[in-house]
């Protein structure tokens, strides 16, 4: 594992052929009952592609979003996991939660969690209180479904998830990923302003701050080309610098709180 929680990810491709980033990608985002994206590629336009329909709506509506390295769409409810249309926002129920199970409002899919296959994608979730946690899904037994791998701020957890993650491959052997988290007393003390921006290691949850967004509850996150895609509460579109961890504001959606988004674990890099 390389500093900073960003991981050698030698497995990647059978170990033959190079690594290409993708021409383009997009960033899903979703607020309770409503599916977006983002392709900054194009524009920096918010997309609405459309509201949710399905057995998805039954319930508490999708805490968070993921994308893995196919491509594919994933929402998490308080229900349970749910393969998402990403062009009708049509979803699919494919696991059910038992009852009783925690609710998880930080999810994505994630490379260099497994030592042994390092660029697969494990779909990781954080709890509110700092947990990184694997969902291992389908699982044949029920106790296995959540399993423990650690914490972003141990032993004092004095820095807890703030709203979500996101996983990439930023070049042939490496890949990062970046949390928003807040301090565990709230917004109130010095330096807990707003929400900071920090790489995680992906194998025991660790978070190394890179430093204060000035934004509060930024619930979504995203990576395109060179810089992380943050959606708040507040219904606040940002861009997020990773050297520093300052937030630009983009635009601000009146009525709108974003609950979560995510993209492919191979997006479009800058290089």
Same mark, same amino acid.
């Given at each position: 594992v390389a500093p900073d929680g960003q991981? @050698?990810?030698?497995?990647?491709? @059978?170990?033959?052929?190079?690594?290409?980033?993708?021409?383009? =990608? *997009?960033?899903?985002?979703?607020?309770?009952?409503? !599916?977006?994206?983002i392709d900054p590629g194009v524009s920096q336009d918010l997309v609405e592609i459309g509201t949710f329909t399905g057995t998805c709506t039954n319930g508490s509506g999708f805490l968070d979003i993921a994308v893995n390295d196919e491509d594919t769409l994933? +929402?998490? =409810?308080? /229900? %349970? !996991?749910f393969e998402i249309h990403k062009t009708t926002a049509g979803c699919t129920e494919v696991f059910a939660f038992p009852e009783n199970s925690p609710r998880f409002y930080a999810l994505s899919y994630?490379? %260099?969690?497994d030592p042994l296959d390092l660029g697969k994608d494990v779909l990781m979730a954080a709890?509110?209180?700092? /947990?990184?946690? *694997?969902?291992?899904?389908? $699982? /044949?037994?029920?106790?296995?479904?959540? &399993?423990?791998?650690?914490?972003?701020?141990?032993p004092d957890n004095e820095w807890i998830s703030s709203g979500d993650i996101v996983s990439v491959q930023v070049a042939d052997n490496t890949t990062v990923t970046y949390a928003t988290l807040k301090c565990a007393d709230g917004y109130t003390g010095a330096g807990c302003e707003s929400d900071a921006l920090a790489r995680i290691n992906p194998q025991t949850g660790l978070a190394t701050i890179i430093g204060m967004t000035g934004f509060q509850r930024i619930f979504g996150v995203g990576y395109w080309g060179d810089k992380v895609y943050g959606f708040t509460a507040q219904g606040e579109y940002i861009t997020i610098n990773t050297q520093t961890g300052q %937030?630009? !504001?983009?635009?601000? #959606? $009146? +009525?709108? =709180? #974003?609950? %979560? $988004? +995510?993209?492919?674990? &191979?997006?479009?890099?800058?290089?």
């Open positions: 991981t @050698n990810n030698n497995n990647q491709n @059978n170990n033959n052929t190079p690594w290409t980033p993708p021409t383009n =990608s *997009r960033v899903y985002v979703n607020s309770q009952d409503t !599916l977006y994206y994933l +929402g998490i =409810s308080a /229900e %349970g !996991l994630v490379k %260099g969690v709890s509110d209180e700092g /947990e990184w946690v *694997r969902i291992n899904w389908p $699982a /044949e037994h029920i106790p296995d479904i959540f &399993i423990h791998v650690g914490w972003y701020d141990p %937030g630009t !504001l983009v635009q601000t #959606f $009146a +009525g709108v =709180s #974003f609950w %979560g $988004a +995510g993209n492919t674990t &191979i997006p479009y890099i800058v290089e």
